[in-house]
T-cell receptor, first 114, second 113 residues
Framework: ETGVTQTPRHLVMGMTNKKSLKCEQH?????MYWYKQSAKKPLELMFV???????ENNSVPSRFSPECPNSSHLFLHLHTLQPEDSALYLC?????????????FGPGTRLTVT | GDSVTQMEGPVTLSEEAFLTINCTYT??????LFWYVQYPGEGLQLLLK?????DKGSNKGFEATYRKETTSFHLEKGSVQVSDSAVYFC????????????FGKGTMLLVSP
C-alpha cells in the first residue's frame, strides 16, 4: 500500500465512449502525475500538476483531458480514444515537483480500447 | 539532458543466486538516485534511494551505492528469491527545472526455483 489509490483497476471502452480515471493520494503531497506504460516501451510522462496547477503537458493528444480539483485528487478524462491508447495508466504523487523528489505510484488502471 | 541507462533484460537467475543490475546516469549537478520495482499487474514501488555520493541505499536485502566517480548506481542482492521476479527501474532526480524523475527503461528479472 503506497498511499495512492486508482479507480477503476480495469477498464474496457469503445472508441466512442467517454470515461474517467480517478487517482487519490493520502500522503499530503503537492505534486501529482499521470504516466502511460505500454508494453515494450519506456514509461511515458503525460501530465504534471504542482499545487493543483498543470506545469507540464508532454504533447499529449487532446482526447486525454486531465483535471486536478485539489492536491489530493487527479482525474484523467478520456474520449474518442484509439486502440493504440490501450495501456496501463499510472498515477503518482510526490512531495514536490521542482526539484523533483521520490514519487509514489498507484496500482494503475489497465485500459483496453476496442 | 538527464538520462539513465540500464542493462537490457531479461536477467534470468536461479533462486539464491547473486543479482546485479547495472545502472549508469548522466545529469547536471548532484542528482538523487532511486530504484523502483514493479511486480506483475502492479504500479511502481520505491525500493531504495540515495541522495549523495557514497550513500548506500538498502531495503529488503537489496543494496545500491551512489558512485559519483563512475556515475553508477548498480542494484545488488546477495540471494534472490522467486518472489523477486519483477521489473526494476533506475531513476534520478536531477537538473533543476525538470518537473519529474528521469527513469531508465527497466530491467526484467526472472528467478526460477
Amino acid at each position: 500500500e503506497t498511499g495512492v489509490t486508482q479507480t477503476p483497476r480495469h477498464l474496457v471502452m469503445g472508441m466512442t465512449n467517454k470515461k474517467s480515471l480517478k487517482c487519490e493520494q493520502h500522503l499530503g503531497h503537492n505534486a501529482m502525475y499521470w504516466y502511460k506504460q505500454s508494453a515494450k516501451k519506456p514509461l511515458e510522462l503525460m501530465f504534471v500538476y504542482n499545487f493543483k496547477e498543470q506545469t507540464e503537458n508532454n504533447s499529449v493528444p487532446s482526447r486525454f483531458s486531465p483535471e486536478c480539483p485539489n492536491s489530493s485528487h487527479l482525474f484523467l478524462h478520456l474520449h474518442t480514444l484509439q486502440p493504440e491508447d490501450s495501456a496501463l495508466y499510472l498515477c503518482a504523487s510526490s512531495p514536490r515537483a521542482n526539484p523533483p523528489a521520490e514519487q509514489y505510484f498507484g496500482p494503475g488502471t489497465r485500459l483496453t480500447v476496442t | 539532458g538527464d538520462s539513465v541507462t540500464q542493462m537490457e533484460g531479461p536477467v534470468t537467475l536461479s533462486e539464491e543466486a547473486f543479482l546485479t543490475i547495472n545502472c549508469t546516469y548522466t545529469a547536471t549537478g548532484y542528482p538523487s538516485l532511486f530504484w523502483y520495482v514493479q511486480y506483475p499487474g502492479e504500479g511502481l514501488q520505491l525500493l531504495l534511494k540515495a541522495t549523495k555520493a557514497d550513500d548506500k541505499g538498502s531495503n529488503k536485502g537489496f543494496e545500491a551505492t551512489y558512485r559519483k566517480e563512475t556515475t553508477s548506481f548498480h542494484l545488488e542482492k546477495g540471494s534472490v528469491q522467486v518472489s523477486d521476479s519483477a521489473v526494476y527501474f533506475c531513476a534520478l532526480s536531477g537538473t533543476p527545472g525538470y518537473s519529474t524523475l528521469t527513469f531508465g527503461k527497466g530491467t526484467m528479472l526472472l528467478v526460477s526455483p
